[in-house]
Structure formats: C-alpha cells, structure tokens
C-alpha cells in the first residue's frame, strides 16, 4: 500500500495538478494526503476568507477521497522571505508521521514563487538519508502557474510520466467546482473547460482519453 503526500502550495494547487491520480490512487486502497503550505497574509486576505478556501479544500478533498488533509500557517504569497529551513522541518515532520512512500510537488519553475520555495523546500525534507520512506517523487503542473513562467529551458515542465484518469476526470472537475473563489470562466486557465481540455490533450499524447501528467524527479527501487 503506498502512501501519497500531495504538496500544495495554495488551496486548489493539489486539485487542479493531482486531482484525478487522488481519486485513483483512493480508490485502489492506497492512503492519500493533503497538505497545504500556506494560508494568506493578513495584510491581504481576512480570516473569513481564508477559512472559507479552506473548507472549498475539505469539501473536494472529500469528493477525491483524500484521507487526511493539514494545513500549515505559512503566509502566502511571502514564502520567498520565509526560512527554507523552517518550512522543510515541517514537512519532514509530516513525511515521517505518515510513512509517506510517493511525493508529488509543485514545479520548481512555475511563475509563482512561492511553488519554487514549496519544490526546494519538501526536496530538502525528502532527502534519502537515515529511515527514510519516500521512494517516488513527482512534480505537477498547476494551470494558470506552469504555463505562464518564462521559457527558460533548465525551468521548463517536460512531463515524462503520465497516468490515465479518464475513470476520474469528472471527480476532478466536481471537486474543483467546489473552489466557487477560485474557479473562472472560459477561456480563464482556471476554468473547468481548460482544465478539462489539458487532460485531453495530456491524454492524447500518450493515448489516453484523458490523463495527468508528471516529471518524475526521483525514483529509488529496492
């Protein structure tokens, strides 16, 4: 039985990346949980407002079968003035409680920094050493982050793994309908028509009639 750790940085992160291997992962009987970095700066989101993306979170989470979902207090979007050290000692913290066995991040080269500081960050705390668990790690791409960073080769999202959800796709887009702060019309990359449209195109590169897809980062076999 594996047990999966999808990294979010922000609430609809885990979703909008990851949302149809949850649904599928779950449903085969594996342990799949949730965390999410961040909650906004009190400068720019009021407590009301936070709370409310969070219980959007709790509800798809539950439409996906996620088996736990925790919330860290990190301020977004001010990640890149936090201690990278600090953030990785949580995450370790929460890798070892769970025996968490599979890793999916955020890519490091997304236009928003704070999915770069979340990479490097569960990175660090994934490290290979002691008792370590985590044996498979993987970035996600998040509409509307990877597809407007600069074209710079070294930061590019080249997926070379990719995993069928045509079973899943209409959980995905149910839970994501329950970001109504988050979600925007057609032709947003936010929308429910564009992120269905990615996981038709992912899918049809690899024959599928839809998937997610994936750059592995590391595997380690026993």
């Keep these: 039985m594996k047990k999966i750790l999808v990294v979010a940085p922000h609430p609809d992160d885990e979703v909008l990346g990851c949302g149809g291997i949850i649904k599928k992962y779950a449903d085969n009987n594996h342990l799949v949980y949730v965390l999410v970095v961040t909650r906004g700066t009190p400068k720019m989101y009021a407590d009301d407002k936070i709370q409310n993306v969070r219980n959007e979170a709790l509800t798809a989470h539950k439409i996906l079968g996620v088996t736990e979902t925790r919330f860290f207090e990190f301020h977004a979007p001010e990640l890149d003035i936090t201690s990278n050290a600090s953030i990785s000692i949580k995450i370790a913290a929460l890798i070892k409680e769970w025996g968490i066995t599979d890793l999916f991040l955020p890519h490091r080269g997304d236009i928003h920094h704070d999915h770069g500081v979340v990479f490097n960050a569960a990175l660090v705390a994934a490290r290979p050493v002691d008792n370590y668990t985590v044996k498979n790690i993987y970035c996600y791409e998040t509409l509307s982050e990877t597809e407007w960073a600069p074209p710079f080769g070294d930061d590019a999202f080249i997926p070379n793994h990719f995993v069928a959800i045509e079973d899943e796709i209409a959980y995905k887009l149910e839970a994501m309908q329950c970001f109504k702060s988050q979600v925007r019309?057609?032709?947003?990359?936010?929308?429910?028509?564009?992120?269905?449209?990615?996981?038709?195109?992912?899918?049809?590169?690899?024959?599928?009639?839809?998937?997610?897809?994936?750059?592995?980062?590391?595997?380690?076999?026993?």
């Design 185 to 222: 019309p057609f032709p947003s990359t936010r929308s429910i028509e564009t992120i269905e449209a990615l996981a038709k195109f992912r899918g049809a590169t690899v024959g599928f009639k839809r998937a997610e897809a994936f750059m592995v980062i590391r595997t380690i076999a026993d």
